[in-house]
């Protein structure tokens, strides 16, 4: 199996870069309903995955940050507690799936470490599952 049949790639995944304000990343955040955001450098690398809880705990401990100035705050200034390891293309599916346990989704880079896209936690789960019923039904028939 190759990572590429379970990648999201870039043009589908919402992602923020570096220079992103503290109130885009919240607003998008919401608009999407997702709770973690990709992280790129304006050459498109990874830099690490924001999460709501990481925005939360800025506002929270950042003297003088309100939501009224949340546009003058860069992401590249907001810690980050996580960083999804990201894979590269080419790894193999172990690699993937040891990941894809404490992550919700893995980015993928490629070789030159530009990021390329996603692979869903739940999206791996699906086809795992379909193969564990696929399997099980053809036992049954052989029975």
């Given at each position: 199996m190759n990572i590429?049949?379970?990648?999201?790639?870039?043009?589908?995944?919402?992602?923020?870069?570096?220079?992103?304000?503290?109130?885009?990343?919240l607003e998008r955040m919401e608009y999407h309903r997702y709770t973690a955001v990709p992280v790129l450098s304006e050459e498109g690398r990874y830099i690490g995955t924001i999460t709501e809880g990481d925005l939360l705990w800025f506002l929270k401990n950042t003297e003088g940050v309100?939501?009224?100035n949340?546009?003058?705050?860069?992401?590249?200034?907001?810690?980050?507690?996580m960083h999804n390891q990201p894979v590269y293309i080419g790894a193999n599916m172990e690699d993937l799936i040891s990941k894809a346990k404490a992550q919700n989704f893995v980015p993928v880079i490629d070789d030159r470490e530009h990021f390329i896209g996603i692979v869903r936690r739940s999206d791996i789960?699906?086809?795992?599952?379909?193969?564990?019923?696929?399997?099980a039904a053809s036992s049954k028939r052989t029975i």
């Open positions: 590429a049949f379970f990648l999201v790639p870039k043009l589908e995944v919402i992602c923020l870069t570096a220079q992103s304000t503290l109130r885009q990343a309100t939501f009224d949340a546009h003058r705050h860069l992401i590249s200034s907001i810690p980050m507690r789960i699906e086809y795992c599952a379909q193969q564990l019923f696929t399997a």
